[in-house]
């Protein structure tokens, strides 16, 4: 079982930037990939990145490459999303994900969920 909470989101304007942090409660957190995804208004939950257990491989939608950046901390049971260059299309609910596997960027292959945080650009 891992718990998600996600936080770090909230309102900046069209070239900024924010970090969003996902903290996973138990010890197995390096036995997960890692995903962050967002479900705009009206759209289907997309994803934005995952990265490997251990960090050394990254995944990431071609909107976002070159803007944002997924890492995580293994020892702090974290991981975390830098976005810069933000656009008003970035506008969402971010969620991080965990799976199971050596690296998952299906949806379907994540089974454990945070509450989401909203990210909001203005233009």
């Known amino acids: 079982q891992v718990q998600l909470v996600e936080s770090g989101g909230g309102l900046v304007q069209a070239g900024g930037s924010l970090r969003l942090s996902c903290a996973a409660s138990g010890r197995t957190f390096s036995s997960y990939s890692m995903g962050w995804f967002r479900q705009a208004p009206g759209k289907e939950r997309e994803s934005v990145a995952a990265?490997?257990?251990?960090?050394?491989?990254?995944y990431y939608t071609d909107s976002v490459k070159g803007r944002f950046t997924i890492s995580r901390d293994n020892a702090k049971n974290t991981v975390y999303l830098q976005m810069h260059s933000l656009k008003p299309e970035d506008t969402a609910v971010y969620y991080c994900?965990?799976?199971?596997?050596?690296?998952?960027?299906?949806?379907?292959?994540?089974?454990?969920w945070g509450q989401g945080t909203q990210v909001t650009v203005s233009s």
């Open positions: 990265i490997s257990r251990r960090g050394d491989h990254t």
């Open positions: 994900a965990a799976a199971p596997s050596s690296l998952a960027t299906k949806e379907s292959s994540f089974g454990y």
